[in-house]
Nanobody
Framework: QVQLVESGGGLVQAGGSLRLSCAAS????????MGWFRQTPGKEREFVAV????????SYANSVKGRFTISRDNAKNTVYLQMNSLKPEDTAVYYC????????????????????WGQGTQVTVSS
Protein backbone atom coordinates (compact mmCIF):
# COMPACT_ATOMS: atom_id res chain seq x y z
CA GLN A 1 0.00 0.00 0.00
CA VAL A 2 1.25 3.46 -0.95
CA GLN A 3 -0.17 6.66 0.43
CA LEU A 4 0.35 9.90 -1.46
CA VAL A 5 -0.06 13.42 -0.10
CA GLU A 6 0.15 16.45 -2.39
CA SER A 7 0.98 19.96 -1.28
CA GLY A 8 2.03 23.29 -2.73
CA GLY A 9 -1.11 24.35 -4.55
CA GLY A 10 -2.54 27.82 -4.28
CA LEU A 11 -3.52 31.00 -6.08
CA VAL A 12 -1.03 32.61 -8.44
CA GLN A 13 -1.17 35.24 -11.16
CA ALA A 14 -0.68 34.35 -14.79
CA GLY A 15 3.02 34.13 -15.58
CA GLY A 16 3.86 33.06 -12.06
CA SER A 17 5.27 29.83 -10.69
CA LEU A 18 4.34 27.12 -8.20
CA ARG A 19 6.04 23.94 -7.10
CA LEU A 20 3.87 21.00 -6.17
CA SER A 21 5.15 18.20 -3.96
CA CYS A 22 3.86 14.69 -3.48
CA ALA A 23 5.13 12.76 -0.48
CA ALA A 24 4.81 8.97 -0.57
CA SER A 25 4.78 6.41 2.19
CA UNK A 26 6.54 3.07 1.94
CA UNK A 27 10.05 1.75 1.45
CA UNK A 28 9.91 0.94 -2.27
CA UNK A 29 9.29 4.41 -3.67
CA UNK A 30 11.98 4.07 -6.31
CA UNK A 31 10.16 1.11 -7.87
CA UNK A 32 7.15 3.28 -8.75
CA UNK A 33 6.66 5.46 -11.76
CA MET A 34 5.07 8.71 -10.59
CA GLY A 35 2.63 10.76 -12.58
CA TRP A 36 0.90 14.11 -12.27
CA PHE A 37 -2.62 14.58 -13.58
CA ARG A 38 -5.08 17.44 -13.37
CA GLN A 39 -8.84 17.75 -13.46
CA THR A 40 -11.39 20.52 -13.81
CA PRO A 41 -15.10 20.17 -13.05
CA GLY A 42 -16.97 18.17 -15.64
CA LYS A 43 -13.84 17.02 -17.46
CA GLU A 44 -11.78 13.85 -17.54
CA ARG A 45 -8.60 13.64 -15.53
CA GLU A 46 -5.81 14.87 -17.81
CA PHE A 47 -2.23 13.66 -17.99
CA VAL A 48 0.40 16.27 -17.16
CA ALA A 49 3.74 14.54 -16.63
CA VAL A 50 5.33 11.26 -15.56
CA UNK A 51 8.75 10.21 -14.30
CA UNK A 52 10.27 6.74 -14.09
CA UNK A 53 11.31 5.15 -10.81
CA UNK A 54 14.96 6.06 -11.27
CA UNK A 55 14.14 9.53 -12.53
CA UNK A 56 15.96 8.87 -15.77
CA UNK A 57 12.93 9.01 -18.04
CA UNK A 58 10.26 11.70 -18.20
CA SER A 59 7.33 12.54 -20.41
CA TYR A 60 5.08 15.60 -20.61
CA ALA A 61 1.77 16.59 -22.09
CA ASN A 62 2.21 18.94 -25.04
CA SER A 63 0.23 21.62 -23.20
CA VAL A 64 2.86 21.90 -20.45
CA LYS A 65 6.07 20.99 -22.28
CA GLY A 66 8.71 23.65 -21.78
CA ARG A 67 6.86 25.19 -18.81
CA PHE A 68 6.56 22.33 -16.28
CA THR A 69 9.33 20.10 -14.93
CA ILE A 70 8.83 16.85 -13.08
CA SER A 71 11.52 15.55 -10.74
CA ARG A 72 11.87 13.19 -7.81
CA ASP A 73 14.02 12.65 -4.75
CA ASN A 74 13.95 8.96 -3.90
CA ALA A 75 15.79 9.56 -0.62
CA LYS A 76 12.88 11.74 0.48
CA ASN A 77 10.12 9.65 -1.14
CA THR A 78 8.92 12.79 -2.90
CA VAL A 79 8.05 13.78 -6.45
CA TYR A 80 7.82 17.41 -7.55
CA LEU A 81 6.15 19.38 -10.30
CA GLN A 82 7.74 22.76 -10.96
CA MET A 83 5.24 24.89 -12.86
CA ASN A 84 6.46 28.06 -14.55
CA SER A 85 4.78 30.57 -16.87
CA LEU A 86 1.42 29.54 -15.52
CA LYS A 87 -1.69 30.28 -17.55
CA PRO A 88 -5.34 30.54 -16.48
CA GLU A 89 -6.02 27.30 -18.36
CA ASP A 90 -3.67 25.51 -15.95
CA THR A 91 -6.26 26.02 -13.22
CA ALA A 92 -7.28 22.59 -11.92
CA VAL A 93 -6.99 20.14 -9.08
CA TYR A 94 -3.63 18.44 -9.46
CA TYR A 95 -3.19 14.82 -8.45
CA CYS A 96 -0.11 12.66 -8.12
CA UNK A 97 -0.29 8.96 -8.87
CA UNK A 98 1.95 5.93 -8.49
CA UNK A 99 2.25 2.62 -10.28
CA UNK A 100 4.91 -0.05 -10.73
CA UNK A 101 3.68 -2.00 -13.73
CA UNK A 102 6.47 -2.56 -16.27
CA UNK A 103 5.16 -0.09 -18.85
CA UNK A 104 7.13 2.24 -21.13
CA UNK A 105 7.17 5.75 -19.75
CA UNK A 106 5.55 7.13 -22.88
CA UNK A 107 2.58 4.78 -22.39
CA UNK A 108 1.78 6.10 -18.92
CA UNK A 109 -0.62 8.79 -20.02
CA UNK A 110 -3.91 7.23 -18.92
CA UNK A 111 -5.24 7.58 -15.39
CA UNK A 112 -6.40 3.94 -15.43
CA UNK A 113 -2.74 2.84 -15.52
CA UNK A 114 -2.09 4.07 -12.00
CA UNK A 115 -2.88 2.15 -8.85
CA UNK A 116 -2.45 4.78 -6.15
CA TRP A 117 -3.66 8.37 -6.01
CA GLY A 118 -3.33 11.34 -3.73
CA GLN A 119 -6.21 13.54 -2.62
CA GLY A 120 -5.31 16.42 -4.91
CA THR A 121 -4.25 20.02 -4.47
CA GLN A 122 -5.98 23.03 -6.03
CA VAL A 123 -4.05 25.30 -8.37
CA THR A 124 -5.75 28.52 -9.43
CA VAL A 125 -4.17 30.88 -11.95
CA SER A 126 -5.74 34.31 -12.22
CA SER A 127 -5.58 36.40 -15.38
Amino acid sequence: QVQLVESGGGLVQAGGSLRLSCAASGRTFSSYAMGWFRQTPGKEREFVAVISGSGGSKSYANSVKGRFTISRDNAKNTVYLQMNSLKPEDTAVYYCAADRQPLPITARIYSTQYEYWGQGTQVTVSS
